[in-house]
Antibody, heavy 119, light 110 residues
Framework: QVQLVESGGGLVKPGGSLRLSCAASGFSFSDYYMSWIRQAPGKGLEWVSYISGSGYTIYYADSVKGRFTISRDNAKDSLYLQMNGLRAEDTAVYYC????????????WGQGTLVTVSS | QSVVTQPPSASGTPGQRVTISCSGSSANIGSNYVYWYQQLPGTAPKLLIYRDNQRPSGVPDRFSGSKSGTSASLAISGLRSDDEADYYCAIWDDSLSGPVFGGGTKLTVV
């Protein structure tokens, strides 16, 4: 069965860095676009970034462009999000998710990992 | 402030039919497919509707999607207490060249 397991969240000071990982299993990872989607506490969903199966096509939301880097290692069935220059407004649960249809339809989500940016 | 607008709340009684709207523009709903997600409390979102009105396998036919012009709707018939959740529309926006979510609608089953 399809599983997505995020890790790497935690408490970090403003300006700090964090690297999130998402371990995928149960499907042919390299065949799928993957996304990072976040949700601030008590708030709605925000698309952060996505990457094509080959890694050639990448999207970033304006709110994270220049600070976050998405990448993948198809040999390890893993998705990553390198987050630099973290701000308080980046505090959120970060989900990795697998594309299902179009670029907006995702079918499988991880359980999420909480990133807290605070001094 | 999202480029697509949803009412913050909706409510209904068990067995009733409720609709949740998603209003946008020619840059998003007017030219691209609409997707709907359900997020139960404390859980990750779940895809309910894709490409305006298609249901993934396993989603009951009580859930249906429609679109007209620059607005879309999610309808839930035979409302149940376990439908109480947050519902989000999602769409590609041509102006932003990226995917966006609506602000979400909290559905209460009273």
């Amino acid at each position: 069965q399809v599983q997505l397991v995020e890790s790497g969240g935690g408490l970090v000071k403003p300006g700090g860095s964090l690297r999130l990982s998402c371990a995928a299993s149960g499907f042919s990872f390299s065949d799928y676009y993957m996304s990072w989607i976040r949700q601030a506490p008590g708030k709605g969903l925000e698309w952060v970034s996505y990457i094509s199966g080959s890694g050639y096509t990448i999207y970033y939301a304006d709110s994270v462009k220049g600070r976050f880097t998405i990448s993948r290692d198809n040999a390890k069935d893993s998705l990553y999000l390198q987050m630099n220059g973290l701000r308080a407004e980046d505090t959120a649960v970060y989900y990795c998710a697998r594309r299902y249809a179009g670029l907006v339809g995702v079918d499988y989500w991880g359980q999420g990992t909480l990133v807290t940016v605070s001094s | 402030q999202s480029v697509v607008t949803q009412p913050p709340s909706a409510s209904g009684t068990p067995g009733q039919r409720v609709t949740i709207s998603c209003s946008g523009s020619s840059a998003n709903i007017g030219s691209n497919y609409v997707y709907w997600y359900q997020q139960l409390p404390g859980t990750a979102p779940k895809l309910l509707i894709y490409r305006d009105n298609q249901r993934p396998s396993g989603v009951p036919d009580r859930f249906s999607g429609s679109k007209s012009g620059t607005s879309a709707s999610l309808a839930i018939s035979g409302l149940r207490s376990d439908d109480e959740a947050d519902y989000y529309c999602a769409i590609w926006d041509d102006s932003l060249s990226g995917p966006v979510f609506g602000g979400g609608t909290k559905l209460t089953v009273v």
